[in-house]
T-cell receptor, first 118, second 112 residues
């Protein structure tokens, strides 16, 4: 079974500073993908960044980067230059591909609430 | 860019009633996923469809059923609603099962 763990229920950061949100995962499948989503108070689930298990380089999307450490099974999200609008719940999620068949479903962590202070 | 469309956005039903949620995936996306997010919880996978065939099933109650139609839109049918079914229901789509999943805005179902 796959498991995603986000150990930080809440994080605080000052505007314009960088923040790292932690995510560790557990799977025996060699082929998997890791996702980060942002969920503002309005409820929608916004895709931020994706990292494949065979990707050689860490993924980056604008102010978001993923610090992927395969041996440690961690996929931390780094947000640079935080903005007030970054205040939201952040979910780490994993998708595995088992036995040559791609299932695709996502398993989510418990989430981290990020609060950006002015 | 076109996004995933879900309707309705809000739905209020009484216990034992039925509800139908609709999802229109991003154009040219052939895979649809349904997730349920209870209050203060992370989303839980319910069911998925690839090329109009059910591809995987999660913790979906027997009272729920879903299908994907020829135009790739999907519907989640929920019968004999219970108070515990109150949740945010997301539909997500991807281009094949290995693509990035993009979520719709969700349907907030309240069962009274």
């Amino acid at each position: 079974a796959q498991k995603i763990t986000q150990t930080q229920p809440g994080m605080f950061v000052q505007e314009k500073e960088a923040v790292t949100l932690d995510c560790t995962y557990d799977t025996s499948d060699p082929s998997y993908g890791l996702f980060w989503y942002k969920q503002p108070s309005s409820g929608e689930m916004i895709f931020l960044i994706y990292q494949g298990s065979y990707d050689q380089q860490n993924a980056t999307e604008g102010r978001y980067s993923l610090n992927f450490q395969k041996a440690r099974k961690s996929a931390n999200l780094v947000i640079s230059a935080s903005q007030l609008g970054d205040s939201a719940m952040y979910f780490c999620a994993m998708r595995v591909i088992s036995g040559g068949t791609s299932y695709g479903k996502l398993t989510f962590g418990q989430g981290t609430i990020l609060t950006v202070h002015p | 860019a076109a996004g995933v469309i879900q309707s309705p956005r809000h739905l209020i039903k009484e216990k034992r009633e039925t509800a139908t949620l609709k999802c229109y995936p991003i154009p040219r996306h052939d895979t649809v996923y349904w997730y349920q997010q209870g209050p203060g919880q992370d989303p839980q996978f319910l069911i998925s469809f690839y090329e109009k065939m059910q591809s995987d099933k999660g913790s979906i109650p027997d009272r729920f059923s879903a299908q994907q139609f020829s135009d790739y839109h999907s519907e989640l049918n929920m019968s004999s609603l219970e108070l515990g079914d109150s949740a945010l229901y997301f539909c997500a789509s991807s281009s094949n099962r290995q693509g990035k999943q993009y979520f719709g805005p969700g349907t907030r179902l309240t069962v009274t």
